[in-house]
C-alpha cells in the first residue's frame, strides 16, 4: 500500500483499496474510509506517525466492509471523530445487517460473515443526512451524494479533488468485476452522470488510480453499465415464458465471462442483476411474475 500526494494537501494510500487523506492543518487530518481491516488500517498509522501526520477524523463513504473493515482498529487506538452517511451508519454499527440482506434476511452462517462480508461495529460520531459541508476544525469539505452503488454512499471533495468512492471504478477494476456490484441502477447511472458534471481537478476512486482526466474512466462505467443492462433485457426477452431469477445471473455471469466461486458471491451478483431489472421493471420493459412456484422474470416487451 503505498502513499502518494496528489496536492500538498491531499494524497491517497493505493491498495486493492483506496484509503485518502487530507491534512486539515499542522493539528487536524481526515482519512477517507479506512481499508479493508486492522492491518491495513496499522499501515495507514504507521506511515501518517513516522512522518507526524495528525489524523482527528474519519469519513467513511458507505457500508461495505472493505472501505470500513479498519474502523474499528483506529477507534480503539486513538481519539477519532467518526462521519457516515445516514442509512450506511446503521450498517456500521450493526454490520451483520450486510450478511444480513444478502442472503434475503436469514440468519446468517458463520462462515457468510467473513471480514468481505461483515467487519466489526463502527461508531459514528456526526450522521450525514443530506449534502452538506462537512467542518473539520476550521475547515468545511463539501460532500456529494452518490447512491446507486450503495444505498446512501457518499464522495468528499477537498482542494479541489474528487474521492469518488465506489461512485465509479478504475478500468482495471470494472474488467476484473465483469459485473460491478450495484443496488440501484438508475441511481448508479444518475451519480455517474453527476460525477462527470463536478467542478474538480482530477478523482480517486475506491478501487483504482488518481486521474486528471477521469471523465474518460466515467464514460466507459457508463458504457458498461448500459451494454449489462441491455444483455439482462435481452436476456429475458428471449425467453417466451419467463426465465426465473437464478437462470438469468447465471447467463448473465457466464456471458460477462464470470465465474461465480461461492454462495456469498452469488449473492452479491443476483443483487447487482436485480438493480438492473428494478430499473427495468420501473421501465415497464420486464416485470417480476410467480409460476409454478418459481420467481420467474417476463418480457414486456412484445
Ligand atoms: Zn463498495
Redesign the pocket.
Known amino acids: 500500500m503505498d502513499f502518494q500526494w496528489i496536492t500538498e494537501s491531499v494524497g491517497y494510500f493505493q491498495g486493492a483499496?483506496n484509503i485518502g487523506y487530507i491534512k486539515v492543518s499542522s493539528k487536524e487530518g481526515l482519512l477517507v474510509d479506512a481499508g479493508l481491516d486492522d492491518q491495513a488500517m496499522k499501515k495507514v498509522l504507521r506511515h501518517l506517525g513516522e512522518r507526524e501526520l495528525p489524523l482527528t477524523h474519519l469519513f467513511i463513504?458507505?457500508a461495505?466492509a472493505?472501505?470500513y473493515g479498519g474502523a474499528a482498529y483506529l477507534q480503539q487506538k486513538q481519539v477519532i471523530h467518526t462521519f457516515a452517511p445516514n442509512l450506511e451508519s446503521a450498517i456500521l454499527e450493526n454490520p451483520i445487517l450486510e450478511p444480513l440482506y444478502l442472503f434475503h434476511g436469514v440468519y446468517p452462517l458463520a462462515h457468510w460473515r467473513n471480514k468481505f462480508l461483515e467487519g466489526k461495529p463502527v461508531r459514528v460520531d456526526t450522521i450525514i443526512m443530506e449534502e452538506e459541508n462537512l467542518k473539520v476544525g476550521e475547515v468545511s469539505f463539501k460532500t456529494i451524494a452518490l447512491p446507486g452503488?450503495?444505498y446512501n454512499?457518499f464522495g468528499i471533495i477537498a482542494e479541489d479533488i474528487f474521492f469518488a468512492?465506489?461512485g465509479y471504478f478504475g478500468k482495471e477494476s470494472l474488467d476484473k468485476h465483469g459485473i460491478p456490484?450495484i443496488v440501484d441502477a438508475t441511481r448508479t447511472l444518475a451519480s455517474l452522470e453527476k460525477i462527470k458534471s463536478l467542478p474538480c481537478k482530477g478523482a480517486i476512486p475506491?478501487?483504482g488510480s488518481f486521474e486528471e482526466d477521469h471523465v474518460k474512466t466515467i464514460d466507459e462505467n457508463i458504457r458498461v453499465h448500459k451494454e449489462i443492462e441491455q444483455l439482462v433485457e435481452e436476456n429475458v426477452r428471449a425467453c417466451k415464458d419467463g426465465i426465473t431469477l437464478e437462470n438469468l445471473v447465471a447467463l448473465c455471469c457466464s456471458e460477462k465471462a464470470v465465474v461465480i466461486k461461492n454462495a456469498p458471491s452469488f449473492m452479491l451478483f443476483r443483487t447487482a442483476i436485480s438493480a438492473y431489472l428494478t430499473k427495468l421493471i420501473s421501465e415497464e420493459k420486464v416485470d417480476f411474475a410467480v409460476k409454478n412456484n418459481q420467481l420467474v422474470v417476463v418480457s414486456l416487451s412484445r
Do not use: L, P
Open positions: 483499496v463513504t458507505h461495505h472493505d472501505h452503488h450503495s454512499q468512492a465506489d456490484f475506491g478501487h
